[in-house]
């Protein structure tokens, strides 16, 4: 019973330090480099979900010119022209990204404005990207 006691008191006397026990996430400020780190991993994630829909695409395709049809008119509507956009944004990323780790690889681009600049450049070239094909398919 002691020892319990003595536990609380330890943790009371802990918890009124006055020190954070972590940075909170509305006073940190995230690195573009961990920003891409993780959009990254989704990027991946998402292309994985397009890669179903591909394959989709390619059933409809081979079943015959109705089947088809109804899939375009099925992708052809605002949610599916969003999500076409996205895939198209994530390929670009996870591919610009992609050249980033493999110039990591290759030993270049770990200075700090090596690495900020490379992080810009691939989510502008993403954007960019993005933009230019959907303008000339649209």
């Known amino acids: ?10 943790q009371n006397d802990m918890s009124n330090s006055g ?9 940190y400020r995230w690195p573009v480099t961990m920003l891409l780190s993780i959009l990254h991993r ?3 994630v998402f292309l994985s979900f397009g890669l179903l ?13 109705e089947q088809y049809q ?15 956009i996205g895939w198209t944004f994530a390929f ?16 270049y681009g770990f200075e700090k404005s ?3 600049s490379s992080a810009w450049a691939a989510l502008a070239f993403a954007a960019a990207g993005t933009a230019v094909l959907w303008v000339i398919a649209l």
Request: charged share 10%; hydrophobic share 55%.
């Open 1 to 10: 019973m002691h020892r319990a006691a003595d536990y609380a008191k330890k």
């Open 19 to 27: 020190r954070p026990l972590s940075p909170h996430l509305q006073i």
């Open 70 to 84: 109804a899939f375009r008119a099925t992708m052809s509507t605002p949610i599916g022209i969003a999500m076409l």
């Open 42 to 44: 989704m990027t991946g």
């Open 92 to 107: 670009l990323l996870h591919l610009a990204n992609g050249v980033r780790h493999l110039a990591w690889d290759a030993g």
């Open 53 to 65: 829909v591909l394959a989709v695409w390619l059933m409809q395709l081979a079943a015959g010119p």
């Open 114 to 116: 090596q690495a900020n």
